[in-house]
């Protein structure tokens, strides 16, 4: 019998494989009944002060302050009454958010799901009257095979109860992908690409609306989904997101 290529496997692949093997944290692989265990989640997963308005970390200082908002904010408003996110994008939800966005690691998502849940419940939201996930465009969608942020949304949608309809915002034009735009350049990428669905535009008018994406860096593509939201008269808007880049630009 000929014998077999001894050649090595690629480490991207191995890391794929150990990432779904059952029972094994996929941060640690130590034997667990969860896809990421308690030892990792004290560790990797600690709650954070966060900007009231785009959920960026906050100095000591302005801690234990109600409604406290960065530096930026208070300069800027952004059109959001209020930003939550669950995680900082590093290490190593960096890596699994990026599994679970491009590799179809669906795998993922009930751990990330908990982990904005719990940071929902922490920061007792007002409870919206739609969930809306960040659309993609057809070409992206064709790419990945999925919406991230739609996967989330549904599952968030059941577990808190809340109406989650993905096809009432558009995508109406491809544009340049956001990571590796320096900031300034973000805005202006987003910049009329998200519309509101012509025929359903009755259901969200005087309603509150929360947004939900995997990762906020700039808050561009999240603060221009807000502004077409008011401007077709939705009441308020909130963004709900997993993760959020320890500075702006750092996705």
Not at 156 to 161: E, F, N, P, T, Y
Request: aromatic content about 6%; proline content about 8%; some cysteine.
């Amino acid at each position: 019998m000929p014998e077999r290529s001894q050649a090595a496997p690629k480490p991207a692949l191995i890391e794929k494989v150990l990432l779904r093997c059952a029972g094994q944290c996929a941060i640690c692989r130590a034997w667990s009944h969860q896809t990421v265990c308690e030892g990792c989640l004290s560790l990797y997963a600690r709650p954070q002060p966060r900007c009231w308005t785009c959920a960026a970390k906050l100095p000591p200082a302005l801690v234990g302050r109600p409604h406290p908002q960065c530096g930026r904010c208070l300069r800027e408003p952004p059109p959001l009454d209020r930003t939550v996110a669950a995680l900082d994008y590093r290490f190593p939800w960096d890596g699994l958010l990026q599994h679970f966005k491009y590799h179809q690691a669906l795998e993922l998502r009930e751990s990330l799901l908990e982990r904005l849940n719990s940071a929902l419940s922490a920061a007792e939201v007002d409870e919206p009257d739609w969930l809306l996930p960040v659309p993609l465009s057809d070409e992206r969608l064709r790419e990945r095979g999925y919406n991230q942020a739609h996967e989330l949304a549904k599952a968030l949608a059941r577990r808190r109860v809340l109406r989650c309809a993905p096809d009432l915002l558009l995508r109406v034009r491809h544009n340049e992908r956001q990571a590796g735009l320096k900031l300034d350049a973000r805005a202006a990428n987003v910049r009329g690409v998200f519309a509101v669905e012509p025929l359903h535009a009755a259901r969200l008018r005087g309603t509150r609306v929360a947004l939900l994406d995997d990762v906020m860096t700039s808050g561009a593509t999240l603060f221009e989904l807000a502004g077409v939201l008011l401007q077709a008269g939705v009441m308020s808007v909130q963004a709900w997101v997993v993760a959020r880049t320890p500075e702006p630009g750092a996705e």
